[in-house]
């Protein structure tokens, strides 16, 4: 299990005289926003957190195929600690890089390792940029006990985990230069690791559409050219009934979220779908700015057409709520959906397949 390269805030601990549980609760108030990794013979788990919540739990069978598990609350795995005696340590993770963590995608290591010797780092860097690379490479310096692991997001650079640094996931150029200045006086190996895909099935099936409303409006738009011709006003308006649409949607979703079950969080939830989709929707990237849903509240930023970004997060939605089986009691919400005119004027929701019944 991939963990932060950074110095342990608590290292040594064991489950033998520790209620995980609790110790997540004491670290949610002492540090606020963090990882709890717990090591066995059997079994990895990692528990990532936030001061308000468990934003994901990640656990790896090491017996027969390894597998991985990822859960949203901890009474899924209580009994794996009644079963087995863990060895555990507690990262200190900035707020953002406690998301990144937590909703990593899984990933598979290459086969082979470079030597710096042949190539320097941002020689290497410059062939992941040319490859579209999105994953992670591990840098190990020589003999030291130092190392780095640097994060890349369709051949971007986007941000690193050091063992000299803090935080989890750091953004800026003084750390990564510091790498740079560091393998001029030390040998060093970069090993690589792939993101994969792990996109489900949806119920909602809208692959056979060969072209939905929205494509059909957007052309006639382009053909027309009257998309040049709106009023800064009617913009406005437009951009205003959008917003407040997917705001009363995204409420819907996380209220029968929490009817299924109260502990799951629906926001981390939603964010992990996001992950998944980087390669067809980049705009949902939780930490690209272009999206930002907190405390009920959507922000809309970028370049990227606003129904091109709600057509996504509809169906990040749709696939999260088919997963967690509640379809049938979300469609059921939907029916008091009030703001819903504009995704019907995109053709939004025909893109999705979403008929929605009149309430009677």
């Known amino acids: 299990m991939l963990m932060p390269r950074e110095t342990p805030y608590l290292d040594d601990l064991n489950s033998y005289y520790l209620f995980v549980d609790k110790l997540t609760q004491h670290m949610q108030g002492e540090i606020g926003s963090g990882c709890i990794y717990c090591d066995s013979t059997t079994h990895e788990v990692g528990i990532f957190f936030n001061e308000s919540e468990i934003i994901r739990i990640v656990l790896l069978n090491k017996t027969e195929q390894p597998r991985v598990y990822t859960y949203a609350a901890f009474e899924s795995i209580a009994d794996i600690f009644l079963q087995n005696c863990f060895r555990i340590r507690v990262f200190f993770l900035d707020p953002h890089a406690g998301y990144f963590w937590g909703l990593l995608p899984r990933f598979k290591r290459g086969n082979n390792v470079v030597d710096s010797s042949q190539i320097d780092l941002p020689a290497f860097a410059e062939k992941l940029k040319s490859r579209s690379f999105s994953g992670f490479v591990e840098v190990t310096l020589g003999k030291t006990t130092e190392s780095s692991l640097l994060f890349f997001n369709d051949g971007e650079r986007i941000g690193g985990s050091y063992s000299w640094g803090k935080g989890g996931l750091d953004r800026s150029e003084k750390t990564y230069n510091l790498l740079l200045q560091k393998l001029e006086n030390v040998a ?38 009257s998309s040049d011709n709106s009023s800064p006003q009617e913009s406005q308006e437009v951009s205003r009934k959008i917003i407040q649409g997917l705001e009363e949607f995204l409420a819907l979703y996380a209220l029968i979220v929490k009817k299924k079950n109260k502990k799951l969080s629906p926001t981390a939830l939603l964010n992990e779908r996001f992950m998944l989709y980087l390669d067809e929707y980049p705009f949902l990237d939780p930490f690209g700015g272009q999206f930002n849903y907190t405390d009920g509240v959507v922000t809309l930023a970028g370049d990227t057409p606003k129904e091109k970004i709600v057509s996504g ?28 005119d504009i995704f019907d004027e995109y053709g939004i929701l025909e893109e999705h397949g979403i008929v929605i019944e009149s309430e009677i």
């Open 313 to 340: 997060i509809v169906e990040c939605v749709l696939e999260t709520i088919c997963e967690n089986n509640i379809k049938k009691q979300f469609m059921d919400e939907l029916k008091g959906w009030k703001n819903r």
């Open 188 to 225: 060093a190996v970069f090993s690589t690791a792939i993101f994969l895909e792990e996109k489900g099935t949806i119920e909602f099936d809208a692959s056979e559409l060969t072209a939905t409303q929205t494509d059909r409006k957007q052309n006639e738009i382009e053909a027309s050219g």
